[in-house]
T-cell receptor, first 113, second 113 residues
Framework: DSGVTQTPKHLITATGQRVTLRCSPR?????VYWYQQSLDQGLQFLIQ???????AKGNILERFSAQQFPDLHSELNLSSLELGDSALYFC????????????FGNGTRLTVT | GENVEQHPSTLSVQEGDSAVIKCTYS??????FPWYKQELGKRPQLIID?????GEKKDQRIAVTLNKTAKHFSLHITETQPEDSAVYFC????????????FGKGTKLSVKP
């Protein structure tokens, strides 16, 4: 167990809908990362937060947004969902957001029908 | 931004043989290089990492080497076992206030008994 908690584990929704994915980092970790992994694909970096502030942004679509709350949990909001958004979404946390190891949660599998 | 190339994309070895996966990075400012193992349907797990002030690091059957001049790093697995079968991802981290961890596209390793 990595100590990173992601909910829900599975999510099935229709095109055009909006969903929220939740992540609780390991105790003591200040930085949260979001990654998207499509079928048989690599890990696409979406966004990183450190202690409530956005630190880095990857190829995150404008339909997607995220935030990190004062208690350090993070939410990833996906709106106007398309079939191509179906993927495994991972959250990871690290102690400092610098050169410290990332610990991944078990992911949320999103299926858009 | 940082770009990480990983080769090969698939690798098949006989049990007991060695496996080598290579990665190159583009940004000379990158200073932290972790390797992750992802089994089917599971989260990526850190198996070994190396920082730019070190040329080699070993942990039992796993070793990583780093050539800063050539900007490449490699994962070496000796005496492979069937349970080593998984997808392996390399990554490079560029420090600074806008730092983030960029992953290679992964290598699917199959160890045949």
């Amino acid at each position: 167990d990595s100590g990173v908690t992601q909910t829900p584990k599975h999510l099935i929704t229709a095109t055009g809908q909006r969903v929220t994915l939740r992540c609780s980092p390991r105790s003591g970790d200040l930085s949260v990362y979001w990654y998207q992994q499509s079928l048989d694909q690599g890990l696409q970096f979406l966004i990183q937060y450190y202690n409530g502030e956005e630190r880095a942004k990857g190829n995150i679509l404008e339909r997607f947004s995220a935030q990190q709350f004062p208690d350090l949990h993070s939410e990833l909001n996906l709106s106007s969902l398309e079939l191509g958004d179906s993927a495994l979404y991972f959250c990871a946390s690290s102690a400092s957001g610098q050169d410290s190891p990332l610990h991944f949660g078990n992911g949320t599998r999103l299926t858009v029908t | 931004g940082e770009n990480v190339e990983q080769h090969p994309s698939t690798l098949s070895v006989q049990e007991g043989d060695s496996a080598v996966i290579k990665c190159t990075y583009s940004d000379s400012a990158s200073n932290y290089f972790p390797w992750y193992k992802q089994e089917l349907g599971k989260r990526p797990q850190l198996i070994i990492d190396i920082r730019s002030n070190v040329g080699e690091k070993k942990d039992q059957r796993i070793a990583v080497t780093l050539n800063k001049t050539a900007k490449h790093f490699s994962l070496h697995i000796t005496e492979t076992q069937p349970e080593d079968s998984a997808v392996y991802f390399c990554a490079a981290f560029k420090g600074g206030s806008q730092g983030n961890l960029i992953f290679g596209k992964g290598t699917k390793l199959s160890v045949k008994p």
